[in-house]
């Protein structure tokens, strides 16, 4: 079967990351599993018992999904501990939790497997797909989940203009969104105005959680369609609006509110009993009774009792639980490089080992000057292509490289990482050299030859070139430690930068606002360039951050944001072009324009190859498979599948 193909069962092959073993085989059990009198949680049978819970078999789907275990059949118990960092990390649980789509990827990140949809069908031209959903699964307050629950998320929740501004990418094809109909209980199509031959991967990574996201019966309560009380609601609640009302209820893929309300149904292995709320040092989640898997013996999982995500003010305090043996499995803010020989040092004190991370990103840090800023005089001197590729030959990558990342990179840009059948060498290594007497000269000529008396370079208007780089030191603190470096290297060409250090959430908001001067991110697309083209062109309004506006327009077909350039236009419709083409080759022919176009207009600028990443897995922790992916679209460890890591004693 070709890489592009789909077949009814239910899988999509892809070629992007080979050699990741210890796959979790996961399979729709036929009903054997529930008949043979599968056990549960002892906590559970106790409440079975007290008549406080539906009986096992009442809570299983008729055919359980059944998940083969990594090492062994589990044992029921145990709190498995991890960490947060502050109060704008909610996507560390995401990945740990909320993996529960329609589809989900295989271990290797090569495959889309069954989920919630046991098995679908593609018509032709990948513009209509039908999913037959697991029968009997229920959400975690014992209600069905149907057909009618997908159809709500989309039809009146995700298409719904007064709650997104934008209808999200992921469901949008030739400028039309998604159509989604019943066709029975179980059974539900999607239709788009094109083919969308992407559309089962991106329903596999995060972004694709949404037909699964929103109970019917319980987020309707909060939308004017379904609730003529609702004013009086909004009222009562002391909110402003009922979207607001919706959001703290219900809700969203990636926002703090969807781990904050312990009432919320979801299909996830576990639920939230203590919130991911405002001034909280902890979430702690508890066993979902109704959760819809079960391992090859029958038994209902997750086994693990409860998690519990400790809340660290900073990566110190962090470390510290890690070294000390008081966090479970960890690698998110701890995955540095610096952090690697303390953490190599400890593992007998911490009883732990460590977990090897595949990286699927590009770009271990991409800079993002905003092309679109609301001072003009920077915008111009931002959009200056000859601006871009001196400050990039102003900067030393090998002396970063030797310094922070102890030689295990080489200078980059963005693209498919090499050895990727999409390898785009002008992409990839255009403008890495360090030049600075080149710099200096490209800047002369670009007419910023006048200085003040410290040597920085003068804007037309007689100011002085500066501003401000964002990052986020919680989360990637080696960024800070390469804008320190790429601050000194930018000043011996007279430019002058200011490493901007800030809260996730501010970093955020900034960016959405267009308030930012430029900002750092970790490139994506090394493994996945069309899953996150961001680098490519301007795709995602939280990832093309050097012209938020022109997403925005992308986003809403022409309706808000800023009319980009020629270029970029004729890169979005070539993607849109790249995601409706099923042959694999013509797909890559597409993208090899798109990447074309990319060099020649060099909006984003890189500094090295990403390098492979780390954790920690405490020994007693078990079913863990010890190489993963590293991606937001296999959002790690959660195609892993927690729900099945266990404890022995």
């Known amino acids: 079967m070709r890489d592009d193909e789909f077949i009814s069962a239910g899988v999509t092959r892809r070629t992007f990351l080979a050699g990741v073993g210890g796959a979790v085989a996961l399979s729709v059990a036929g009903g054997s599993a529930r008949a043979a009198g599968g056990k549960e949680a002892p906590q559970l049978a106790a409440l079975v018992k007290e008549g406080k819970l539906p009986p096992l078999a009442d809570r299983l789907p008729q055919n359980p999904m059944v998940v083969t275990p990594s090492e062994k059949v589990g044992a029921y118990g145990g709190t498995l501990r991890r960490g947060l960092r502050g109060s704008s990390d909610h996507n560390g649980i995401l990945r740990?939790?909320?993996?529960?789509?329609?589809?989900r990827w295989n271990l290797e990140f090569t495959a889309v497997l069954p989920n919630l949809a046991e098995k679908w069908e593609v018509n032709d031209d990948a513009s209509q797909f039908t999913f037959h959903l697991l029968k009997g699964a229920k959400w975690s307050d014992g209600h069905p989940f149907t057909a009618d629950d997908v159809v709500f998320a989309i039809e009146d929740v995700v298409k719904n203009k007064e709650l997104y501004s934008a209808t999200p990418a992921q469901i949008v094809v030739g400028g039309k969104p998604v159509t989604v109909e019943k066709i029975d209980d179980y059974t539900v199509k999607f239709t788009f105005a094109a083919p969308n031959a992407l559309y089962l991967e991106n329903l596999a990574t995060p972004l694709g959680q949404h037909p699964t996201l929103f109970a019917k019966h319980y987020c309707s309560k909060f939308l004017p369609k379904y609730n003529a009380n609702l004013d009086a609601d909004v009222k009562a609640a002391g909110v402003t609006s009922w979207t607001e009302l919706f959001r703290a209820k219900c809700g969203d893929i990636e926002i703090p509110s969807r781990w904050a309300n312990p009432e919320k149904p979801v299909l996830d292995p576990w639920v939230i009993k203590e919130p991911y709320s405002g001034g909280a040092t902890r979430v702690l989640m508890t066993r979902n009774p109704y959760f819809w898997q079960v391992d090859t013996e029958g038994n209902q999982l997750p086994y693990i009792d409860e998690l519990n995500f400790?809340?660290?003010?900073?990566?110190e305090s962090l470390m510290l639980n890690v070294i000390s043996g008081k966090v479970d499995i960890q690698e998110r803010h701890i995955n540095s490089l610096a952090n690697k020989p303390t953490l190599s040092q400890n593992m007998e004190k911490g009883d732990y080992r460590l977990l090897s991370l595949v990286p699927s990103a590009a770009q271990q840090c991409s800079l993002y000057l905003n092309m679109t800023?609301?001072?003009?005089?920077?915008?111009k001197i931002f959009a200056d292509k000859s601006f871009r590729q001196a400050l990039s030959i102003g900067i030393n990558r090998q002396e970063i490289i030797d310094i922070i990342y102890f030689g295990q990179s080489e200078g980059y840009q963005t693209g498919p990482r090499p050895g990727h059948p999409w390898y785009h060498e002008k992409l990839a290594r255009q403008f890495t050299e360090y030049d600075p007497d080149?710099?200096?000269?490209?800047l002369d000529a670009a007419g910023l030859d006048k200085k003040s008396g410290n040597g920085i370079r003068l804007r037309p208007d007689g100011q002085p070139i500066f501003f401000a780089v964002d990052v986020i030191p919680t989360l990637y603190p080696d960024l800070v430690d390469v804008l320190e470096l790429v601050k000194a290297h930018w000043a011996g060409i007279g430019i002058d930068m200011k490493v901007n250090t800030i809260e996730r959430a501010l970093y955020y908001t900034r960016g959405d606002d267009n308030a930012h001067d430029a900002q750092v991110w970790p490139g994506p697309g090394g493994l996945d360039p069309m899953l996150d083209p961001r680098d490519f062109f301007a795709f995602h309004p939280q990832g093309s951050r050097y012209a938020i506006p022109w997403t925005l327009w992308y986003t809403s077909n022409g309706e808000k944001g800023?009319?980009?350039?020629e270029s970029q236009k004729k890169r979005m419709k070539l993607y849109d072009e790249a995601r409706s083409t099923a042959d694999l080759d013509k797909r890559g022919a597409i993208m090899k324009q798109i990447f074309d176009l990319a060099a020649e207009d060099f909006e984003v600028m890189g500094v090295c190859l990403a390098v492979g990443g780390f954790g920690v897995i405490r020994n007693n922790l078990r079913?863990?498979?010890e190489k993963q992916p590293d991606s937001w679209s296999w959002p790690n460890p959660g195609p892993a599948l927690p729900q099945q890591f266990t404890f022995t004693s």
């Open 562 to 565: 800023e009319e980009p350039p």
């Open 438 to 442: 080149k710099a200096n000269s490209m």
């Open 623 to 625: 079913n863990v498979p």
């Open 373 to 379: 800023h609301k001072d003009p005089a920077l915008r």
């Open 310 to 315: 400790g809340i660290s003010q900073d990566v």
């Open 96 to 103: 740990m939790v909320g993996n529960q789509s329609l589809v």
